[in-house]
């Protein structure tokens, strides 16, 4: 026996294998505890992976609002990372175990048979968890593959909605085709009219063709007018109370031979230009008048503004309601040339197409205001039968 009261060698080998099987006990345990909640882990992401019709896919689920997972957040990307750490969780216990088992007790005190058992057992589970953490970080990468492209779709189709907004802001129009509309002006007011957009450039010569319809009395009215700052009259059409119809340039003026107010369709053109002021008038093809000293040498303003259906006695306003134009309008085009008698007839009989190259008839170039309309015109076949 040793003195200061110290076991025997076999009581203290005995003592040391006693608490190194309690240690041992104590570390199964854990370790089976730590299995089941991996195969608890696993049978629930067993479940969110699920394809049948029971528990459907965690996207599924997601979508409808269920929590897969107890108390998992709902967000995939939430799930994946949640799972990840709390495998990352278990893996580090295990660590911390073997470190524990070997600072308790020295590998070569234990029987090589339950050492071998545990360090397999180890491998085993920190295999397992590899392979988890692997499943996990691959679906989290599908799950990023498939939000992306999801992302890339849904973009594309907002650009291509955007695109279609803009084009119909631009003005794609409601008709069949841009130009085949016409202006409704069914009141002698001074608020009906329409406005062309675009403005004129400075003109030498111009044409200017319309289709009128009207049979209003007495006179038809103004069907257009060009005012510009310091001359209201820069370029006028009118028919005003038993006069005969007027073409003002600079507030000079030309009485043309036209006679269009019996309700009937008619084709209209008249042509100017600075050198000697030299006009023609037209009538459905044909030439019906001619003069000259029109405000010769007289260049057209530019950047005023053109009025449908109203006379302007100041740039775009101080309509007078018995110069207003009471009818139907289409048609309206303006060329920076005298355009050539045949082109003229052929515009007339429906022949060819020639929209104006200063200003063409197209619908997102004309505004109407005061109860004004816009509406399918008669096709030129049919204003032609209307002759």
């Known amino acids: 026996m040793q003195g200061g009261g110290g076991l025997p060698p076999e009581e203290g080998l005995k003592a040391t294998v006693l608490q190194l099987r309690e240690t041992i006990l104590q570390q199964k345990e ?12 696993t049978a629930k992401l067993g479940r969110c992976e699920s394809p049948d019709g029971k528990g459907g896919t965690w996207r599924k689920e997601l979508a409808k609002g269920k929590d897969t997972m107890g108390d998992l957040p709902r967000d995939p990307g939430q799930v994946i990372d949640q799972l990840s750490r709390t495998m990352q969780a278990l893996k580090d216990r295990l660590e911390s175990l ?27 589970l920190e295999r397992q968890l590899l392979s988890k953490v692997a499943e996990l970080e691959s679906e989290k990468t599908l799950i990023h593959n498939e939000t992306s492209t999801h992302r ?22 409601a008709f069949k085709s841009p130009d085949e509309f016409k202006v409704s002006l069914p009141l002698r007011t ?49 028919e ?41 008038a037209f009538q459905d093809g044909e030439k019906l008048g001619t003069g000259d000293n029109l405000a010769p040498w007289h260049p057209i303003k530019p950047g005023g503004v053109l009025i449908l259906g109203q006379e302007q006695d ?64 008669e096709t030129c076949e049919e204003r032609l039968l209307d002759l």
């Open 30 to 41: 854990t370790i089976g505890n730590q299995r089941e909640a991996i195969r608890e882990l």
């Open 98 to 124: 073997e470190h524990q088992l070997r600072a308790n007790v020295s590998y070569a005190a234990l029987p090589p048979d339950l050492r071998e058992m545990l360090q397999r057992r180890l491998g085993d």
């Open 152 to 173: 890339l779709r849904t973009e594309a189709a907002l650009n291509a909605l955007l695109e279609r907004v803009s084009e119909l802001e631009r003005g794609s129009s």
């Open 190 to 238: 001074n608020y009906l009219y329409g406005k062309i957009k675009k403005t004129l450039p400075e003109l030498y010569a111009f044409t200017v063709c319309l289709w009128l319809k009207s049979s209003a009395s007495p006179g038809i009215g103004t069907p257009f007018s060009y005012a510009v700052p310091g001359q209201a009259n820069e370029v006028v059409l009118i």
């Open 240 to 280: 005003w109370g038993n006069n005969p119809i007027e073409l003002l340039i600079n507030d000079k003026v030309a009485q043309l031979p036209l006679f269009i107010s019996d309700g009937k369709w008619h084709h209209i053109c008249v042509t100017w230009m600075t050198r000697d002021g030299m006009w023609e």
């Open 314 to 377: 100041t740039v775009g306003g101080r309509f007078d309601a018995t110069q207003a134009f009471v009818g139907e309008m289409s048609q309206f085009n303006i060329w920076d040339r005298v355009l050539k008698p045949e082109d003229i007839m052929n515009i007339a009989n429906c022949s060819t197409n020639m929209p104006g190259n200063i200003i063409p008839w197209v619908d997102n170039n004309v505004d109407v205001f005061g109860g004004a309309a816009k509406w399918p015109v």
